[in-house]
């Protein structure tokens, strides 16, 4: 029984050691905190933001039929009602290219507009369509890229009337989804056990094993076009690029911590944000070599799952969490504390 009793006694101190270090992190705190967080007219999950192109006009779509407007550069925003004949739908995607933008959302739904947002148009989608437009690039005048839930591409010529398939085949139900400013796409599995690629001119998408026990979170492209990896602990991967099936040596921005990372965007080639749970928010100055951690930004009570530059001077996180909106603000220099 004395043995028995000891044996407890030691789980449960190393149970009271995990459960102390929980947050805790070596990771060196930013010296400055570039990000305010917006208040938005909404309760509603934000999905996407997008701007006009360099204006200070622009929207961000969410789940329950929300689309917000701004003509501040983001600073506040108002509620724009539309009249989906009482349809539910979660937008998930908005881009703009000149005066002409558009919308997708599930369920299949497409809206259009040739005057900034002044007014939208419904188009109809095939009930053949494979899956739910969850991504759409403005790409010209009438001119228009859709992907699907399942990874159907379509590109439009003539402002949403002809859809034109770009693969043969869908590729399957994904977690996220991301495209290179050159058009390529890569595509994590719903499970996050294998990713696809797809390039245009390719007739299908190539389908890869990851490359460790872990499942991957999400991935995407540097502005070079090199491939990156979020997998699941806190784990960073990029590929190699003379060698792209190759992946090189795992990084661990943050090895304490116990919430999974989210998304990595780039500021610049050189400073890389990634989001992550609980207001997790990492900083590399050097194109990931070195990490520090926004500490400011671990009072947003949501998960960082979206960072978008527009711009080196125009950047926002979004939280999965109902309104929660951080822009990047430029006229903070590194040099000043938070």
């Not at 872990?214 to 070079?224: L, Q, S």
């Not at 990029?238 to 190759?246: A, G, S, V, W």
């Not at 990595?264 to 890389?272: I, K, N, Q």
């Amino acid at each position: 029984m004395l043995s028995i009793s000891r044996f407890w006694r030691r789980i449960l101190t190393l149970a009271v050691v995990v459960l102390a270090c929980v947050g805790c992190s070596s990771v060196p705190s930013t010296a400055y905190n570039p990000w305010q967080v917006i208040s938005v007219p909404t309760d509603a999950k934000l999905l996407d933001i997008n701007f006009v192109d360099n204006s200070p006009h622009g929207f961000v779509v969410g789940s329950d039929s929300t689309l917000l407007e701004t003509k501040d550069g983001g600073d506040s925003w108002n509620a724009i009602a539309l009249q989906l004949d009482d349809e539910n739908f979660r937008f998930d995607s908005v881009s703009f290219s000149g005066k002409e933008g558009w919308i997708v959302g599930e369920p299949s739904l497409m809206l259009h507009t040739n005057d900034e947002g002044k007014s939208w148009s419904r188009i109809p989608l095939s009930e053949k369509l494979p899956g739910s437009p969850i991504n759409i690039v403005a790409l010209g005048a009438n001119n228009a890229e859709m992907v699907t839930n399942v990874g159907a591409i379509y590109e439009t010529t003539d402002g949403g009337k002809n859809w034109k398939a770009q693969v043969a085949e869908a590729v399957g139900f994904v977690r996220n989804m991301k495209r290179s400013p050159d058009g390529k796409y890569i595509a994590v599995s719903a499970k996050g056990n294998f990713y696809s690629t797809w390039e245009p001119g390719q007739a299908a998408w190539v389908p890869h094993n990851r490359n460790s026990s872990r499942r991957v979170e999400n991935m995407g492209f540097t502005n070079d076009g090199q491939m990156w990896m979020l997998a699941r602990g806190g784990q960073v991967q990029y590929n190699n690029p003379e060698k792209p099936e190759e992946w090189l040596e795992a990084q661990y921005p943050e090895l304490a911590t116990s919430w999974g990372l989210l998304d990595l965007a780039y500021r610049t080639p050189d400073e890389v944000w990634i989001g992550g749970g609980s207001g997790n928010l990492l900083r590399s100055p050097d194109g990931g070599k070195t990490w520090e951690k926004d500490r400011d930004v671990e009072e947003v009570p949501a998960n960082l799952f979206k960072i978008v530059f527009l711009s080196p001077e125009k950047g926002f996180i979004i939280g999965d969490r109902g309104g929660y909106l951080l822009k990047y603000q430029p006229d903070i220099a590194p040099e000043k504390s938070a």
